[in-house]
Each structure stands twice: as C-alpha cells, then as structure tokens.
C-alpha cells in the first residue's frame, strides 16, 4: 500500500479578509462563494448534493456512470487533478473504470477545505489501496500555480459540478486561460457544466424544501463570525435564490429583516445593514454548450469528445491539448 501524501498550501487571504472587507462596504454588498466551506459548510454541501430538487449531482454522477471507462480509454494512464473534489464522491467512477480497465492513475484533490479533503483522501486510500493520493489544500488559482511535472505519460485536470457556474464571464476567461497555459501538449481537461433549462426547475434546486441551501447560505455568516470574530446574528437574514433569464444565472441573497449593526473584531470592519438589504452570495451560470467550446478552444483547450444526459440539463466536456 502505498502511503497517503497530504500537503497543505494556506488559503489565499485567509487571515487578511481583504476581499471580505471588499464586499461588504460595496453597494450592493457580496461575498466570496469560498467562505461557504468551513467544515460546516462543506458538511451541508453534501446534503445538499442528495436533496431531490437538485439534479446536477446525480444528473453529472449518470453521465460518469455511462461514461467513465470510455473517458478512462480515451485519456489513458494520467494524474487525475481534481479541483474542488470535496468528497471525492463521483470521482469514484472514474477512479473505478481505471481500475477495471489496469491502468495507472495518480490522484491529486484540491480542495479548500481541510477537514472534507483529509477525511475523503484517507476513506479512498481505504478503497483504493493502490492509488497514489497527493491531497492539496488551498484555492485552484494556487494549486495550479504549484504544479509539478508529472512523471506519469499525461495530466488530466477536471472540475465537476459546475463550479465553474460560480465564476463571471471575465474569472472564467482567466480561468480557462490559466488551465491552457499550465497544460502540455496530450494533457486533458474534463468540465462538467450546468446547462440552460425553464427557470421553475432551477429555482427549485436553489430553494429546497427542507432549508438546506437556506442553512448553507447563511452558515457563510457564521464561517465570517469564527474566522473574523464577528458578531452577525443569523436570525435577522433569509435566505432566496432566483434566476436572472437575462445573465441567464441563479442569484444567491441573503436579505436582512431589520437595521442593525456588525462588527468583525480582527478586520476592525463595521458593516451598517438596513432592513431590506441584500447581500449576493454566489452565481451559478447556466451554460450554452456550443458556447463553452468555443471560449475553451480559443485558450487553446479544444474538444475532443462532449458526453450528455437524455434530457441535455448537464454536460461533460473532455478537451485534449493539441500538439
């Protein structure tokens, strides 16, 4: 068996809070998506990756399951770069179809938190005692930024779920930018992205029934008040997601329900609220398919093979870089 390898990268602004203190003197006040996943938030992440309205996980995991080996064949043996990887949960069927078919694979998680990323990188040296693990903690622009030449035939990074939906049109061109740039040539990129589709069917994802979304959006405040010693009362926020037809993207607010004041000690930051104000948490972009190919080829990520569901809500895009 061979043994786990975990190395820990810091967390860009972890301690700073530069860009929390950004968002919130803004108008409209935002936050960063990454202060969602303390160990909380990652915890009800997953619960809420198994929740009936919200199809992308198992509607991307059918994909993997009809696809996997025919992407293990196409890629050959390679490091496997996860980003965002959390509990590794549908990296299992590729990890599955490498096995059955022989060949070598290296595992590399990133994701930025700690705690889902030691726990899911030690369950897998347990189903996988063969499998190389290398588990990197931090942020993908860092991870990235870090990486050593592989001594296996090829790389693949892949990022699923639709992470990428969280990115603006101009961090997504960087973004796309920075993977071309740091792949060689016969390396592979696999995106999974969240399709376009009639709003009652996203906003249901986003507003579930049994308030998890609502409980992750507003442990966001409970993450600020742990890292920044802050003092944000999560009773005077609600939560809603809608969808925006015209950037064609679920919003994330949380609305404050009466006047108050916060103060986060360690940043010496006071945040005035007013009763109806909002805050923007996350965007979750919905994607034209043809449209994703083009911007991944002009970074020089072109499309060798896209793989979808019956009902085209979800797509998985294997790109391969040219020679």
Not at 267 to 291: A, C, H, M, N
Request: with cysteine.
């Amino acid at each position: 068996m061979k043994t786990q390898k975990i190395e820990q990268t810091s967390i860009i602004e972890e301690k700073s809070g530069a860009d929390v203190i950004q968002g919130l003197t803004r108008s409209p006040k935002t936050l960063p998506p990454k202060y969602f996943y303390d160990a909380r938030g990652s915890e009800l992440f997953e619960q809420i990756c198994q929740l009936p309205e919200y199809y992308p996980t198992r509607t991307e995991a059918a994909i993997l399951r009809e696809y996997a080996s025919e992407i293990a064949q196409l890629v050959g043996a390679c490091e496997l770069v996860e980003l965002g990887s959390g509990s590794s949960s549908k990296t299992r069927l590729l990890l599955d179809a490498y096995q059955s078919l022989g060949y070598h694979c290296k595992y590399v998680p990133i994701d930025i938190s700690e705690t889902i990323l030691n726990a899911s990188a030690i369950q897998l040296q347990t189903e996988y005692p063969q499998l190389e693990i290398e588990a990197l903690v931090g942020t993908y622009e860092q991870a990235i930024a870090q990486f050593k030449p592989t001594t296996l035939p090829r790389r693949m990074i892949f990022f699923l779920g639709s992470s990428i939906g969280n990115f603006t049109p101009e961090e997504c061109d960087r973004f796309f930018h920075q993977v071309g740039a740091v792949l060689a040539p016969g390396d592979y990129f696999l995106l999974g992205i969240d399709l376009q589709k009639p709003t009652e069917i996203l906003e249901a994802a986003y507003n579930d029934s049994q308030g998890v979304t609502a409980a992750f959006n507003l442990n966001i405040l409970s993450h600020l008040n742990w890292r920044f010693q802050g003092n944000f009362d999560l009773s005077l926020f609600t939560h809603q997601a809608i969808y925006n037809q015209t950037e064609n993207q679920i919003e994330m607010y949380l609305h404050c329900q009466k006047n108050h004041v916060v103060y986060l000690q360690s940043l010496d930051l006071t945040v005035t609220w007013k009763k109806g104000e909002s805050i923007l948490t996350e965007i979750s972009r919905k994607f034209d398919l043809e449209q994703v190919e083009k911007d991944l080829k002009s970074k020089g990520l072109p499309t060798l093979k896209t793989f979808t569901d019956s009902q085209n809500w979800f797509g998985l895009i294997l790109c391969k870089v040219g020679k």
